[in-house]
């Protein structure tokens, strides 16, 4: 089972910040937060991930929690085109292999 | 980023026959590829896992006998839907990993499966 938990819908306003909220309160020390978004009837793209740090790339920023059971997902400037599930992820180590498993993710609707 | 692609993007095939899909990395090489299967409205269900050159590992649940997969090179992935039967009708995704502890996972476009 997928070790995450978020809220099953949000909206934000185009133009301005989207912020996702996701629970991990079960990670592990040494596994990693992963966000990735799906589009409808595609393939699942990645945004960003992090262990304890916050990060920024050009698409997203990660706010993790200093207890890491908890993080953020922020798009700085919402578009139409970032309409889609987000899902948050906890990679695991599981049968000899780091596993990304999915959760029931966020869909997260941009208002024009 | 790193691209994977998969072929077909679609199928429709008659109950009882065999479908195979394939599953590449084109920029990179994957030593870790992994299959999903995504039912309308439901999250990515992790099937398979499998590492280039040995046998796959899967899921709970999944039936090793039902989907095939080999993973015969570092770029090419296959997974094959033996005698499909309308309940196998579903999105399949693949995923490809850098390195065996690489930090990056990417996803191919996806496949539909359409069993009649």
């Known amino acids: 089972d997928a070790k995450t938990t978020q809220p099953p819908s949000m909206d934000c306003a185009e133009g301005r910040a989207a912020n996702l909220p996701c629970n991990h309160s079960?990670?592990?020390?040494?596994?990693?937060v992963y966000w990735y978004r799906q589009i409808h009837s595609q393939g699942p793209q990645y945004i960003i991930h992090g262990l304890k740090n916050n990060e920024t790339n050009e698409m997203a920023s990660l706010i993790i929690t200093e207890d890491r059971k908890s993080s953020t997902l922020i798009l700085p400037h919402a578009t139409l085109r970032d309409t889609a599930v987000y899902y948050c992820i906890v990679r695991e180590w599981m049968d000899s292999s780091y596993k990304l498993i999915f959760g029931s993710g966020t869909r997260l609707l941009v208002r024009p | 980023g790193a691209v994977v692609s998969q072929h077909p993007s679609w199928v429709i095939c008659k109950s009882g026959t065999s479908v195979k899909i394939e599953c590449r990395s084109l920029d990179f090489q994957a030593t870790t590829m992994f299959w999903y299967r995504q039912f309308p409205k439901q999250s990515l269900m992790l099937m398979a896992t499998?590492?280039?050159?040995?046998?796959?590992?899967?899921e709970q649940g999944v039936e090793k006998d039902k989907f095939l997969i080999n993973h015969a090179s570092l770029t090419l992935s296959t997974l094959t839907v033996t005698s499909a039967h309308p309940e196998d009708s579903s999105f399949y995704i693949c995923?490809?990993?850098?390195?065996?502890?690489?930090?990056?996972?990417?996803f191919g476009p996806g496949t539909r499966l359409t069993v009649l």
């Open positions: 079960t990670i592990s020390g040494n596994e990693y």
């Open positions: 995923s490809a990993r850098y390195s065996w502890y690489g930090d990056e996972q990417f």
């Open positions: 499998s590492n280039e050159g040995s046998k796959a590992t899967y």
